[in-house]
């Protein structure tokens, strides 16, 4: 359950993500990674994980709500940084967008896709 002003704890972040995946935007830019990933050469380009986690205040991760690590490649929501059902579908769709663009540009170079 959200609370007015308060961090999301790492369950209810994956509970919330669980269902903004449902979602038909979401899920739509989902499948097209999923797609890439099968459609790879054997062994080009790692699949793309999401991780939920409370993250640190350095680096990357310093003030960001959700984030792209690698390797191995991963989208990363901060559940100590969003506070609703809202927040993690917002972030979860730029963060989609990004890794489906970034997937796409790894295959073409990694994998010599033309």
Same mark, same amino acid.
């Given at each position: 359950?959200?609370?007015?002003? @308060?961090?999301?704890?790492?369950?209810?972040? +994956?509970?919330?993500?669980?269902?903004?995946?449902?979602? @038909?935007?979401?899920?739509?830019?989902?499948?097209? /990674?999923?797609?890439?990933?099968?459609?790879?050469?054997?062994?080009?380009?790692?699949? /793309?994980?999401? #991780?939920?986690?409370?993250?640190?205040? &350095?680096?990357? @991760?310093?003030?960001?709500?959700? !984030? &792209? +690590?690698?390797?191995?490649?991963?989208?990363? &929501?901060? =559940? #100590?940084?969003?506070?609703? !059902? !809202? +927040? %993690? $579908?917002?972030?979860? #769709? #730029?963060?989609? $967008?990004?890794?489906?663009?970034?997937?796409?540009? =790894?295959?073409?170079? &990694?994998?010599? $896709? %033309?």
């Amino acid at each position: 359950m959200d609370r007015a002003g @308060e961090a999301l704890s790492v369950a209810e972040c +994956e509970e919330h993500l669980a269902k903004a995946l449902k979602d @038909e935007r979401l899920s739509a830019l989902w499948a097209g /990674i999923r797609a890439q990933d099968s459609s790879a050469p054997v062994g080009c380009g790692p699949s /793309i994980k999401v #991780n939920v986690r409370n993250c640190g205040t &350095l680096g990357p @991760e310093g003030t960001a709500r959700a !984030f &792209l +690590e690698a390797p191995p490649v991963a989208m990363v &929501l901060c =559940a #100590n940084r969003l506070h609703s !059902f !809202f +927040e %993690v $579908i917002d972030v979860s #769709n #730029n963060s989609i $967008i990004v890794c489906l663009s970034g997937h796409c540009t =790894a295959f073409i170079v &990694l994998c010599g $896709i %033309v």
